[in-house]
């Protein structure tokens, strides 16, 4: 797929071929015989050389046969190559030859150059740079941006004269809302480790710079204030380490900026655009519960855990005794911190800094103290030990009687109903109510479910408690009932895959598919209808989708659909659902179940 072009690439002979660790390599074409080539590979030095000088430095070649039978149309991708060199652009569609190779390599040439930012047509893609790049995120960079694209009048398209910038799709969907009064929304996506967490918060911050106006020189009104505030107290409560992500968000949100739509409109005697923040909402989505209670030895649980940990005796003391002198090794469900550092501050820094946060949202004093509590309660349940009572294998104790009794002293109440509670089940058939004992591991699963549930709860009340904060139907001076318009932000995890992968990276994962299949549904219905509107004759348009993937899970038959069956079932487990789910979907290319693996795995 490409652009006409005299791109050199198409005589000199230059192309690309597949690489096992590298997905692409630059080669030559030595010559063919019909699905059959001989190519001259280049052995480098210096990996930024293969992006600057067209195969001139390398430092040795190799020839090598190759078939050309899994190539796309059975050609070589060409190189784009002017003046001996790769082409890099700011925006791919101008790349004479347009296909996933030469899309690597522009990326990779840009980031090399620490321009982190790309256009393909309406879209910016990043690559994240795993630093912070400071002179393109000032506020001088900010007001070029919302200077070129929303206060000055241009024909054309603006972006062509400035470089390809987050800023852009931010001031675009300011514009488009204050200008031309459509609703907007920028959705983020991306593999996990990516950086659309910080992605948000740079189109948030900027958004909320743009709606000032050129000439205001004040600072951000308290609404403001709280709804950027806001970010930094749901990474606390649910952002966690992870392999790849030292705050990877362990959560889907959407979160809606609102916009009073009565001071819209443009200024008089000038072109700018005078829509104000009034607001915010957030609407969470599958919280990660598991990592509570549990994580792999290089990751961990949420930061809040650690804040706490790591805050001052005499603070820890304020919320329990119990805590003075506890460090996150010290409790099951946390694990040793390690040396961590996020922004620079250490989590000593940050649980004050999350305190200064909740106090914006009026969360401070005794509520402060019930919120710490709350998650202190956490960690303690992870300290229960669970045996046999009384050497009865079918009836679990709590055997941490230390332990125990300290749970009991920080939510109140005596231990032996604590006991009775966490190893009994409560029963009621026509009426009758009767008291049935766990055994001691459904005993530790019930304990575990029940921090979970106290976690999640927590998290959904503080969720409640920003958008309170922070809504303009309670906090805006222009009242209720102001029609207000939105800019959307959509920000979920990406993509995953563990050696061991639950019932959490499937929800994950379908919630990817699912805006996958949008993305690029809409991206050719756009394309199509541009085309209609220019009376330009358009072949049918086919392309590769994920339909098949989202049958397997959502279809009739699918994943999900056996998933409800077997928990409705009686006696539904794990591994008669696995069984049934690879029964019934042996045509389906997407699920893939061998002889070698176990009978809970596919």
Not at 214 to 221: I, Q, V
Not at 343 to 353: E, K
Not at 362 to 390: S, W
Request: with cysteine.
């Amino acid at each position: 797929m490409g652009k006409k072009d005299n791109g050199e690439g198409a005589t000199s002979g230059m192309i690309y071929v597949f690489d096992k660790e590298l997905a692409w390599v630059p080669a030559r074409l030595v010559s063919q015989d019909g699905d059959n080539a001989v190519v001259s590979i280049p052995t480098y030095a210096d990996e930024a050389a293969i992006l600057t000088d067209g195969g001139k430095a390398a430092k040795s070649w190799r020839e090598e046969k190759i078939s050309l039978k899994n190539y796309p149309g059975k050609q070589f991708p060409l190189q784009n190559i002017k003046g001996g060199k790769l082409v890099e652009v700011q925006d791919m569609v101008d790349l004479p030859f347009l296909h996933e190779a030469a899309i690597l390599f522009n990326l990779k040439a840009r980031h090399i150059k620490a321009l982190p930012y790309t256009r393909t047509g309406d879209i910016v893609i990043a690559v994240n740079p795993y630093q912070w790049l400071t002179d393109i995120y000032t506020e001088k960079v900010q007001l070029k941006y919302a200077q070129k694209l929303v206060w000055e009048h241009s024909e054309g398209d603006a972006r062509r004269g400035v470089e390809p910038h987050v800023y852009e799709t931010s001031a675009l969907s300011y514009k488009g809302l204050a200008v031309d009064g459509m609703n907007q929304s920028i959705l983020v996506s991306g593999e996990s480790g990516a950086g659309k967490t910080e992605t948000v918060k740079i189109c948030m911050n900027h958004i909320a710079s743009v709606q000032r106006g050129p000439k205001d020189a004040g600072g951000a009104n308290k609404v403001v204030q709280r709804v950027v505030e806001s970010n930094p107290l749901l990474e606390a409560f649910g952002n966690a380490k992870t392999r790849r992500n030292d705050n990877s968000s362990r959560f889907g949100k959407y979160i809606q900026l609102q916009f009073d739509r009565e001071e819209g409109g443009l200024a008089v005697g000038e072109r700018v655009p005078s829509t104000k923040l009034a607001g915010s909402k957030c609407e969470v989505y599958l919280l990660e519960k598991s990592r509570i209670v549990g994580h792999e030895a290089a990751e961990g649980t949420f930061h809040i855990f650690y804040q706490i940990c790591a805050a001052k005796d005499s603070d820890k003391a304020q919320i329990w005794s119990g805590l003075k002198g506890m460090m996150p090794r010290n409790f099951k469900y946390v694990g040793d911190a390690g040396n961590r550092k996020i922004d620079g501050h250490s989590d000593g820094d940050h649980y004050y800094l999350t305190c200064e946060a909740l106090a914006l949202i009026d969360i401070k004093g005794e509520k402060l103290m019930t919120l710490m509590r709350a998650i202190t309660t956490v960690m303690q349940l992870g300290q229960l030990g669970f045996g046999p009572r009384f050497g009865d294998a079918e009836k679990g104790s709590i055997n941490t009687k230390n332990e125990l009794s300290d749970l009991a002293d920080l939510i109140g109440i005596p231990d032996k109903d604590l006991e009775l509670a966490m190893t009994e089940r409560t029963m009621i058939t026509r009426g009758e109510t009767f008291k049935v004992p766990l055994k001691p591991d459904d005993a530790k699963d019930a304990c575990d479910a029940f921090a979970k549930e106290i976690y999640a709860k927590t998290f959904l009340w503080l969720v409640r408690e920003i958008n309170a904060a922070t809504c303009a139907e309670d906090n805006y001076e222009g009242g209720r009932g102001a029609d207000y318009g939105t800019i959307g932000l959509l920000d979920i995890f990406g993509f995953e895959s563990f050696p061991v992968n639950g019932f959490e990276q499937l929800c994950i994962n379908y919630a990817n598919e699912k805006l996958q299949q949008k993305f690029t549904r809409d991206i050719f219905q756009t394309v199509q209808e541009e085309y209609k509107f220019e009376g330009i004759a358009l072949d049918d348009i086919r392309f590769d989708d994920n339909s098949d993937v989202l049958d397997l899970i959502e279809g009739r038959g699918g994943l999900l659909a056996m998933l409800n069956e077997e928990c409705v079932r009686p006696k539904g487990n794990d591994k008669e659902f696995v069984h049934k789910a690879a029964n019934g979907n042996k045509t389906s290319q997407c699920l893939i179940k061998d002889r070698l693996m176990g009978p809970m795995d596919f």
